[in-house]
């Protein structure tokens, strides 16, 4: 015979697999942030770090927050990369990859835009030294958290804040 606290135990493990499969399924990367047919997954690492935002002032307007660029450590099984301006990439083996500017960024609005940064598929070029990175063609930046500029306006130009944030990388390779 099964018990009620049998019954409620099994009904309660039941709920949370169902709320984590809901979970994966609101985090679930949109169609338009995969890579082309032909590349695949070379490996993902989470970050850690701030985007940094300066204020500036146009033409006597009042001042507003800019993007200047992120800060960022990525941890994962290739080892420490860091991840700043350009957006550029660079591991601990020296190998580096930055964005294609020829190629235009892809954004998708995170779940909760009002505090987390978008999601991103990044077209990157290698530079030539061997390593982690030097097969490495599209960046894809996913389950960010924080990170948005701060609500309050600056009160002059010139400020510089950086606001944490922390985000998953997705690493991609040609087939």
């Known amino acids: ?3 009620y606290k049998t ?3 099994v009904a ?5 697999v169902a ?3 809901v979970l994966r399924a609101s985090e679930a990367v949109p169609a338009a942030l995969q890579p ?3 590349y695949a997954v070379a490996f993902t690492a989470k970050a850690t770090g701030v985007q940094i935002y300066t204020s500036t002032a146009d033409g006597g307007m009042a001042p507003k927050w800019a993007f200047e660029a992120p800060l960022a450590e990525l941890n994962g099984l ?4 860091y991840h700043y301006a350009g957006p550029s990439w660079e591991a601990a083996d020296g190998s580096k990859v930055a964005r294609d500017m020829a190629t235009p960024v892809t954004a998708v609005p995170a779940q909760r835009a009002s505090t987390d940064i978008p999601w ?7 530079d030539p030294a061997a390593g982690v990175l030097n097969k490495v063609v599209y960046v894809q930046r996913i389950s960010t958290q924080g990170g948005v500029a701060p609500a309050k306006p600056p009160i002059r130009s010139g400020t510089k804040v950086g606001v944490p944030y ?10």
Do not use: R
């Open 1 to 3: 015979m099964i018990g």
């Open 7 to 9: 019954t409620t135990l």
């Open 12 to 16: 309660t493990a039941l709920l949370l």
């Open 19 to 21: 709320g984590v499969n």
């Open 36 to 38: 082309p047919s032909g």
């Open 78 to 81: 290739k080892g420490i990369i």
């Open 120 to 126: 991103l598929l990044v077209k990157v070029t290698a």
């Open 166 to 175: 922390t985000a998953t990388y997705v690493f991609y390779k040609s087939n």
